[in-house]
């Protein structure tokens, strides 16, 4: 079955340092997404990789790259927000999009 | 534009009650799911639909019944709440274009069965 990890359970950087959360992903590696959860709120789209440039921008600054030979979907920012601190989840489209595999997610903690 | 519309925001049950999470969108969306999410878990998808009439099982659908008589809803059911119930719910809704299917979630159900 497809799975998603996401190695880091916390990850703490300082306001205006740079960021990447890793995700990897078992077979059937497409669609990829990630989301972002602030505390008390549902889940936003960040960004979203289905086929083409392995480059993909999404909202609020962040960007992913799609590595098959790795395996890897992570997520990066060059310059943290203090605004930033949310959890993050990546997911994967099970036999389809509609139907999405989560992992676990990780916490961004910003410090000032 | 309203989105994904959850109710209630809150909600606390005794072991053995039943209740209805709502889920409402004004998207016109063909599919809608519903997931939980627990603790280090991620969320898990618990039941989906693909049209109005149509529902199957995701990854963890015992204790829990759905329903799709319209486009616009998609109740969750629990007919006799556990403790292993409590939990925060989601509900997503997504439309599939050119082979692209992007769910948009709703604001969650906070839910404690004591």
Known sequence: ?112 | NAGVTQTPKFQVLKTGQSMTLQCAQDMNHEYMSWYRQDPGMGLRLIHYSVGAGITDQGEVPNGYNVSRSTTEDFPLRLLSAAPSQTSVYFCASSLDRDGKNIQYFGAGTRLSVL
């Open chain 1, 1 to 112: 079955a497809q799975s998603v990890t996401q190695p880091d359970i916390h990850i703490t950087v300082s306001e205006g340092a740079s960021l990447e959360l890793r995700c990897n992903y078992s077979y059937g590696a497409t669609p990829l997404f990630w989301y972002v959860q602030s505390p008390g709120q549902g889940l936003q789209l960040l960004l979203k990789y289905f086929s083409g440039d392995t480059l993909v921008q999404g909202i609020k600054g962040f960007e992913a790259e799609f590595k098959r030979s790795q395996s890897s979907f992570n997520l990066r920012k060059p310059s943290v927000h203090w605004s930033d601190a949310a959890e993050y989840f990546c997911a994967v489209g099970a036999s389809s999009s509609y139907k999405l595999i989560f992992g676990s997610g990780t916490r961004l903690l910003v410090r000032p």
